[in-house]
């Protein structure tokens, strides 16, 4: 038996492992272990993405605050996300159309044969899974979508565009609501003020989550909008929630609400960089 550890800026995290199941260097240096109390756990690049035991915390908070407050969420671009965790998420809102847009082939071929989160949703008749960058995908297609959801990994050499001016911009420009996983503002407080200082939207709101396989646990996502508002309102949250009958085990109207609450020090930082 042995340990995995995750490093981070002067601190780390570790998760016991039984045995690595299968690696492969390409884009990325993708490894899955079968892991001691996590059940399978997906890295790339020596970063933890998900584990089985704690992945739905994060895709149901990265999904549906989103999602529930779009009247009619019929459109909806991943970019990133080749796990397939985002769209099991994103198709209990029943959309029209999905479309994942992922930059390594391998994480969704690996992630589909040794792991499954996706539990089928990759192969719905309304998903179209597109291998290819994210922002080149923004850049050069002329399709509209009612929300768009990032699900990358830390800003790296494959990523850092998703962090870009340029791409928030052209996110903003073609969704109604634009949401992204913004990092540990705790942990790695140089990635979340770029994407503050980057994600420029005429309103925007930080919320916060709990993952504990990620740096320090204290999770932060943004969510952006050039057209809509994004006042959390309990009513009209519960009515979506119960109408649209999602189920979940982490994700509630109420979580929802209160997760747009910050800590005083946090608010205090978003205020701070524009
Ligand atoms: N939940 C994870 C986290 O926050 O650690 C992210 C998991 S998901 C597997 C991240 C995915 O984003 C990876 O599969 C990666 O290949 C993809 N990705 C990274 N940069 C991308 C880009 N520029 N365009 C599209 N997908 C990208």
Redesign the pocket.
């Known amino acids: 038996m042995d340990w995995f550890v995750e490093y981070y800026n002067g601190s780390a995290l570790m998760i016991k492992v039984k045995k690595l199941i299968f690696e492969k260097k390409g884009l ?1 240096h993708i490894q899955i272990f079968e892991t001691v109390d996590f059940g399978k756990m ?1 890295v ?1 690049d020596g ?1 933890i ?2 584990t089985e035991r704690d992945e739905a915390f ?1 895709h149901e908070m990265l999904v549906h605050p989103a999602m529930i407050m779009h009247e009619n969420p019929s459109k909806v671009l991943v ?5 397939g965790g985002t769209v099991r998420e994103v198709l209990k809102h029943d959309p029209n159309e999905v479309v994942m ?4 082939r391998n ?1 969704i071929e690996l992630c589909r044969k040794f792991i499954g989160i996706d539990r089928g949703a990759l192969n719905d008749e309304r998903v179209s899974v597109i291998n290819e ?3 080149e995908f923004v850049r050069s297609s002329k399709e509209r979508f009612d929300v768009i959801i990032v ?4 800003p790296n050499p ?2 850092q ?2 962090i870009s001016k340029e791409f928030y911009t052209i996110c903003g420009e073609i969704s109604d609501y634009f949401v992204t ?1 913004s990092q540990s503002p705790f942990a790695q407080r140089e990635f979340f003020e770029a994407i503050l200082r980057n994600a420029k939207f005429r309103e925007r709101r930080i919320y916060l989550g709990y993952v504990p396989t ?1 740096p320090s646990g204290l999770w932060s996502y943004l969510i952006g909008s050039n057209r809509r508002k994004i006042q959390p309102d309990l009513e009209t949250i519960r009515r979506r929630f119960e109408e649209r009958r999602i189920e979940t085990t982490y994700y509630t109207p109420e979580v929802h609400v209160s997760s747009f609450i910050l800590p005083k020090w946090l608010e205090d930082l978003t205020g701070r960089v524009r």
């Not at 847009?101 to 390594?104: A, F, K, Y």
């Not at 699900?151 to 830390?154: A, E, F, I, R, W």
């Open positions: 990325q997906l790339l970063k993405q998900f994060y970019i990133g996300g080749g796990d847009v992922e930059i390594d994480v960058d994210g922002v699900d990358g990994t830390d494959v990523s565009s998703l996983q990620y």
